[in-house]
């Protein structure tokens, strides 16, 4: 396989401050430089940000590459020079063949011109040629399913519909090289799960992509290479499972415990609230199909009769997903003072998600701790592309031939 | 007669003048600069200051089956834009001085077309007047002009009725100043595809030139049926019709290009051009005959490009006196203003995205 993409040690630098926020008209820069002139003041140490440090990195041709990192790692940065939107600070970047950037859906989309005008102009923007949008415009329409408002001006158009006109076009790019940021977290669900369709496509017509997601299941599912990103540099570059494993044990997503100081003058505090895995580590990623055990730690400094606390799950949605009280199964003898360590296991029933954990402590007549959003973790796996549900039990069905026919 | 080939045509031959052959070599630069490029896009090995530049792969790369799919793969999908399969393109960063990539801008003229376009149809949805509003500018304009100039302050224009002499100078007067306010806006106002896309950057300011373009040939029928009820038929003169109409456009592209660049980095450029149209209206033969300006300043006035488009036009449509000496005055500012332009894009077009 020849290579498609090639970046030689590339670094970005960002200089902050003189030219960033408000300052950027000329009488800032003359007063400024007389200022330093009056020797007032010295010359500003330039703020500088590198946004990537060294990145070397090399895409076979029909390489699918995800990039993963935390927020200002420099993902998009990276793509940025490998589009030539930006040029580097230093180091080369090489592609060859026609490279596609879809950075954003509806990049050049006009809210006065209508569906038909904007496909045009967004895939010329894009970089197609009006022939190239001429032959895709009936396939293109059909995608995005707004045949109907064609004729439209766009900004009549319902957010959705807006946003799948636009992916449409993008994914009908015929580019050798596409690098995508992020465009699959809109629109519905039905219309995500056809992109993703649209995006395994893309691998087997022989492109070579570069994606950048914090949908870590599309990563897992799309890209056998994968790139994370810390800081600008190559924190770990590989096959995806070993990178993606890196990631996340790295504790660079979440944290997996949370210790509290615990409230003077109450009888009782909470002190610390974990995850742990099947086998009893502290983790914030976990596999789906395995049960996991939360578990809280408080002291009750004198006797509270009928102590009660209870865990519950937020799914990101906001739907307490499951709430477990120790009321419900307890001995009615209960609430000596002490140190106490409550485990619960939570069997393999949640869907694929991030979840928030919260726990509340108290009694029948009072609440003594009550925490909303203490940790969030990850139950990771095979959500089978239906990300809507909140229980996965992957139930038996029970299915025959009826009429066989002989 | 003030188009770019012209007066680069001039300047090569002018031999007095240390700034004038200052600028002739520029020119030959950016030429050799152009002539570059085609060569490494035939694919040889290049030169070393260009930063988009298109090499053989790597050494020990051999055109391997998939590489063949490729190609015929592309050879499937015609009408493709950018480079050949199998050609590197680099992304390095500038380094001094850098030549335009026209080859590439060449590449992605449906763009120029489309921003165009978008700009026009923008400009007339939800406008029940429509394309009218092309004809109510210069009609008031003229109008005005002919009580302010010429029944008060009594100028006379020869031959050629003054409205009829008016509205030629102003429909083109109107063209430079809308469409160096709306080059100066292409860049920051194409902001969000600059950051989010790649083309070169040069389509933007030549799809601002475009739509002016449509307005003037609007304003064009008024000029036609002025000079039918006058009687004025236009000669073999018209012929220059084009290469005026040209040298008008490079004056608008020129100036806009600069200020729009500049326009990338400081805002206050946006705020300042309204006013400086203003005084160069005032500057401009639009309302009055060049020929009210004598004496040693007329060399002054010819510098500004604008004289010598606007007298050209005259001449060629309405048959007025030919533009005199001033003419390669004009011709030689405007080249080294588009020239210096160019030059000054050129060299920060690939940070345009950084600091937009």
Known sequence: MAAAIELDRVSKRYTLGEFRGGGDAVRDVISASVRRMVRIERAPQPREHWALRDVSVTAEQGETIGIIGRNGAGKTTLLKIVTRITEPTSGVSRTRGRVGALLEVGTGFHPELTGRENVYLNGAVLGMSRREIERNFEEIVEFAGVARFLDTPVKRYSSGMYLRLAFAVAAHLQAEIMAVDEVLAVGDLEFQRKCLNKMDSLEEEGRTVMFVTHNLDAVARLCRTSIWLDGGKVAAYGPTKEVMRAYLTSGAA??????????????????????????????????????????????????????????????????????????ETAPAERGAPGRYVARIEIPALLAVGEYVTG?????VYQTLAFETDILRFRLQGDSHGRNDRIVQLGLPWDVSRANVSD | MTSLLTSSFLLRRASAGAARSLVAKGWGELMTGIDRIRVIGSGRRGGSDTSEKLTMPPSGAVASESDRRSRHRRSETTGLRGPEPDSWIENAPTKGRRALNLREVWAYRELVFFLAQRDLKARYKQAAFGVGWALVQPIVGVVVFTIVFNRLAGVSTGDVP???????????????????????????????????????????????????????AVGSGLVVGLM???????????????????????????????????????????????????????????????????????????VNPVVGVIDSIRWSVLATEAPGPELIVSAASLAILLFLALRYFARTERSFADVI
């Open chain 2, 162 to 216: 003054y409205i009829v002499f008016a509205l030629v100078g102003f429909l083109t007067w109107l063209y430079i100043s809308s469409t160096v306010t709306a080059t100066t806006e292409s860049l920051v106002g194409n902001a969000p595809l600059i950051t989010k896309v790649y083309f070169p950057r040069l389509v933007a300011p030549l799809g601002a030139l475009v739509p002016g373009m449509v307005d003037l």
């Open chain 1, 359 to 363: 726990v509340w402590l108290g009694s």
């Open chain 1, 254 to 327: 979440r944290s997996h415990e949370r210790a509290f100081a615990g409230e003077a003058g109450l009888p009782a505090s909470l002190e610390l609230v974990r995850i742990l895995d099947a086998s009893g580590a502290p983790a914030t990623v976990l596999p789906r199909d395995e049960p996991f055990v939360i578990e809280v730690q408080f002291v009750l400094h004198e006797p509270v009769p009928t102590l009660d606390f209870a865990v519950f799950l937020h799914d990101l949605r906001g739907l307490r997903v499951l709430e477990e009280a120790w009321s």
């Open chain 2, 228 to 302: 039918a009820y006058y009687g004025l038929a236009p000669d073999a003169r018209l012929l220059a019709l084009p290469l005026c109409l040209l040298g008008m456009m490079a004056a608008a592209l020129a100036v806009g290009l600069l200020l729009a660049t500049i326009n990338v980095r400081y805002r206050d450029v946006g705020k300042a051009t309204g006013f400086l149209i203003q005084l160069w209206l005032l500057g401009s033969p639009v309302a009055y005959p060049s020929n009210l300006v004598t004496g040693e300043w007329r060399w002054v006035y010819a």
